[in-house]
């Protein structure tokens, strides 16, 4: 199997594995970091907003530099500085100036470098391939994320036993280096032409085409709609649940991001095999539906094992939603302007994660986070419906 996966992929899911590790490690210690630091539910959710707003401010910017420059060298650029922003926070914590303000400020500027990295890397995908194996190509480049999701947290649950958070930041910075060294072998991919537009009318002229295309259209608005419901319970209701229902510390915490990792995994070749026998637009609306729907039993269990199985279910539904989209948008959106396309659903997915994220804290102040799981699962769900009424989506 892996003889026959081209060199470009092999050694784009290689660097994958190695920055998503550090993507999901950074977000378990981030948080678990300021919750060691101060019990307030709505500073946590501060941060975490932080951390994501970038991709809303930026990430325009991101698919225009995608579409414009070399997309390896704007990828290496971006784990190098993830990297050694992560290698600074412990030498700032040995200086007793480490905050969860400073914190905050650490993950706003590494989400700035991710709201360049993604659009490069769903962009670059389809010059590594031939089109008849982007499907293929894709599932193996996300294999990436449940790898990461998986044994990012699992180290963190290992050495969170002697060693305190911030001073595991050092491992997670080690990790986007050596993303960095498999980005290096990447083919030297050319930059697109981009004439004589001025930034500006670049962003306009992707915003048009997206919005142009009743697919795109209407996978943009159901994809912010999902997102800005359930990303904030997932990311900051998590730590909260394990803390406040469970009772649990950050060992417990951690392993639920890996049996997340888990159904992902599980979740791939399903999702692969369904992409040959279903329609993208039916099996999108089938993953969002199932995306909201897997939380609902978190308003009433209590036990670790039972929420892990939850939170596990969960995540075999994720695949549906990331493989298919990224396979969809690569299929049908413009050449040219697929950096700035995926800047988008970048924009949908980790920007309106800000949003949720910070609404999630306050949230959490007056409702107890079980509850706010309930309800999101629901609302969430019912996006999946909604989906189903444009027959063009369905359709796609």
């Given at each position: 199997?892996?003889a026959?996966?081209?060199a ?6 290689f ?14 210690l ?24 970038p ?7 991101g698919?225009?530099?995608?579409d414009?420059?070399?997309r ?11 990297g ?9 914590a ?25 659009p490069?890397r ?9 089109p008849?194996e982007l499907?293929r190509?894709?599932?193996?480049i ?14 963190c ?12 930041f050092a ?6 280096l050596?993303?960095?060294c498999?980005?290096?072998r ?10 004589r ?39 900051v ?11 649990r ?7 639920m ?20 026998r279903?329609?993208q637009?039916?099996?999108l ?17 209590k ?28 299929r049908?959106?413009?050449?040219a302007q ?18 949720s994220?910070?609404a ?9 986070v ?7 699962a629901?609302?969430?769900?019912l ?7 444009s ?6």
């Amino acid at each position: 199997m892996a003889a026959r996966v081209p060199a470009g992929v092999r050694n784009l899911l290689f660097a994958q594995i190695a920055s998503q590790m550090g993507d999901a490690a950074f977000g378990v210690l981030l948080l678990w970091a300021v919750l060691t630091m101060t019990d307030s539910k709505s500073v946590v959710g501060g941060v975490a907003a932080l951390n994501y707003l970038p991709v809303l401010l930026f990430g325009m910017a991101g698919g225009v530099v995608a579409d414009r420059l070399p997309r390896r060298g704007i990828m290496v650029a971006s784990d190098g500085v993830r990297g050694v922003i992560a290698l600074c926070l412990p030498l700032l914590a040995l200086w007793g100036v480490l905050s969860p303000w400073l914190l905050a400020a650490a993950g706003f500027a590494l989400f700035t470098a991710s709201a360049f990295f993604n659009p490069a890397r769903d962009a670059c995908i389809p010059s590594l391939v031939e089109p008849g194996e982007l499907v293929r190509a894709n599932a193996i480049i996300q294999i990436s994320i449940p790898m990461g999701w998986l044994f990012g947290p699992a180290l963190c649950s290992l050495f969170l036993r002697w060693v305190r958070p911030v001073d595991l930041f050092a491992g997670v910075g080690l990790l986007f280096l050596a993303s960095v060294c498999f980005l290096l072998r990447l083919p030297l991919l050319p930059a697109v032409p981009s004439g004589r537009q001025t930034a500006g009318r670049a962003m306009a002229e992707g915003l048009g085409a997206a919005w142009a295309d009743g697919r795109l259209r209407w996978l943009l608005i159901i994809t912010a709609a999902d997102n800005l419901l359930i990303m904030g319970p997932a990311i900051v209701g998590t730590p909260l649940f394990v803390k406040t229902v469970l009772h649990r510390g950050g060992g417990v915490y951690a392993l639920m991001e890996a049996l997340l990792a888990v159904g992902v995994l599980l979740g791939l070749p399903v999702t692969a095999w369904l992409n040959r026998r279903v329609g993208q637009g039916r099996l999108l609306i089938g993953g969002i539906f199932l995306d909201g729907i897997t939380y609902l039993p978190l308003l009433w269990l209590k036990s670790p094992w039972a929420t892990g199985l939850a939170v596990a279910l969960h995540g075999f539904a994720i695949p549906l939603i990331t493989v298919t989209r990224s396979s969809l948008v690569q299929r049908i959106a413009p050449a040219a302007q697929l950096g700035r396309i995926f800047a988008l659903i970048n924009i949908t997915v980790i920007g309106l994660t800000a949003v949720s994220s910070g609404a999630t804290g306050l949230a959490a102040t007056a409702v107890p986070v079980n509850v706010i799981f309930g309800a999101i699962a629901v609302l969430a769900a019912l996006c999946g419906p909604a989906a189903w009424l444009s027959r063009e989506f369905r359709r796609a």
